[in-house]
């Protein structure tokens, strides 16, 4: 049912419950991880995959730690980096990859939050097709 899940992970506390979520949803269904983390500071925005900054490093590090941890768990998972915004970038890997499943932590905003501050989340399952597991942080 679920191949291949597109786990986005904003490098905070919160990804932890979108990743022990996924973890359990994995081996049931005995899928493929892609997780992926979109840099979004200046050197990411401006030069995109040449860009070289601390921010790069410690994001690259980040996801290699999660992707490590899924493997020893028994759970195939690979790792990408984008750049830049973070909707538009989960959006277009989803249209140009495709998966079975978006998992996402949420911040938990409310309305009036998500409207002033544009909320990822819902930008994303606005826009695809792939449906999307959205889990709130605690």
Known sequence: MYDIILVTLDGTPSDRAIIEHVKQLAKL???RLMLLH???GWAARTYGPDAVSPEIA???AYLEKIRAEFQSAGISAQAELAYGEPANEIIKWVQQK???LVAMST???RFLADV???ATASRVQHSI???VLLLRAK
């Open 107 to 109: 911040h938990g905003h």
């Open 58 to 60: 410690e994001d690259s």
């Open 116 to 118: 002033f501050l544009g």
């Open 29 to 31: 269904a005995h899928s």
């Open 38 to 40: 979109v840099a979004t």
């Open 129 to 131: 097709s792939a449906p």
């Open 98 to 100: 495709g998966c079975d």
